[in-house]
């Protein structure tokens, strides 16, 4: 037997994956058009990486959870479109409880990244603040890597972008898994992840 395709690209050869096609009914494309949807593939396989790279050195960089970055960019995004966070406003978009938002932006006020102040609106409510220093430090690092996005996509055709768009939202679909029975018996414990991070 012979070992593992050291070329990553070679993992995404429907003669390797599923040499007998159980999964994938290729009838009607030649060799040509295969070898082509594996470059494909490869290529979403090499950006998935860089994205993981990506959120290991910015969580590395800020010392912070998944969590908490997340909560971050929730308060970067209501700054500049004039909203005003609560509590409520980021466990609804975190989907964790009240308890475990109280304990993150607790730990987040200790480490200097948030700040509390008085809703201007209803004095018995919080509005929560990024503070300048960590509103900053995430836009020229983290910030500006996830922006570059942005530079690809502007190197692209009107029509490109339109091929792309349908391509990325078709494949959604093709892989989406909110409808299938199987997928669901781990939507407690992908809560309770987000939860137990939250509080820790």
């Known amino acids: 037997m012979s070992a593992v395709p050291a070329d990553p690209s070679a993992l995404y050869r429907l003669d390797h994956s ?3 096609s159980e999964l994938v009914d290729r009838s009607g494309l030649s060799d ?3 070898r082509q949807i594996a470059r494909l593939m490869e290529a979403l396989r090499a950006l ?3 994205e ?3 959120s290991e050195a910015s969580l590395k960089y800020m010392r912070l959870s998944s969590v908490d970055m997340r909560a971050l960019h929730f308060l970067i995004v209501a700054g500049n479109t004039d ?3 609560t509590p409520g406003a980021i466990a609804a978009h975190l989907g964790i409880s009240s308890a475990s938002t109280t304990k993150l932006l607790d730990r987040l006020e200790r480490g200097g990244h948030i700040s509390r102040e008085r809703h201007p609106d209803d004095r018995r409510a919080l509005v929560i603040r990024i503070t300048p220093d960590t509103h900053d430090a995430a836009m ?3 910030g500006q890597q996830q922006a570059n996005r942005f530079n690809a996509a502007a190197r692209l055709a009107p029509h490109e972008r339109e091929i792309v768009e349908r391509f990325l939202r078709d494949m959604t679909a093709e892989i989406d898994v909110s409808e299938l029975a199987w997928a669901q018996t781990e939507g407690a414990s992908a ?3 987000a939860e137990g991070a939250a509080s820790r």
């Open 18 to 20: 599923d040499p007998r």
């Open 32 to 34: 040509a058009e295969l």
């Open 48 to 50: 998935r990486e860089a």
């Open 52 to 54: 993981e790279r990506l």
């Open 83 to 85: 909203v005003l966070p």
């Open 140 to 142: 020229r690092t983290v």
């Open 191 to 193: 809560h309770d992840d």
